[in-house]
């Protein structure tokens, strides 16, 4: 078990808004007003300061309401070789191997 994340934190700050509890995405069954209504405005806001802003009083609620305890963090190595190719992806979540999508924009280094 084991959750992987898009550059944009939308699908992941959604897993724990009230309306995922029927769908079964909220495996935990939270619920917080506050909370939901962060993940709305932050749905629509376009300046990206103030968005950061949001996303982080977001998780700040998770984290002080305890939604889910995780046990520990994987730690995953992943080689590449620079010298030999270009492109790879390196931003975090995206940088996986077994994710395909990350081989697609690789080059041969010049």
């Known amino acids: 078990w084991g959750w992987g994340s898009d550059p944009d934190p939308n699908f992941l700050l959604s897993v724990m808004t009230t309306g995922e509890i029927p769908t079964g995405t909220s495996e935990t069954g939270y619920s917080n007003p506050e909370y939901d ?6 749905a629509v806001t376009l300046d990206l300061e103030e968005r950061k802003a949001l996303v982080w009083q977001m998780q700040q609620i998770v984290f002080d309401d305890v939604v889910y305890i995780i046990p520990y963090y994987a730690q995953n190595v992943q080689a590449f070789r620079t010298d030999r190719f270009q492109g790879w992806i390196t931003d975090a979540g995206k940088l996986e191997l077994s994710d395909l999508t990350s081989l697609v924009v690789v080059e041969p280094a010049q």
């Open 37 to 42: 209504e962060l993940y709305r405005q932050q």
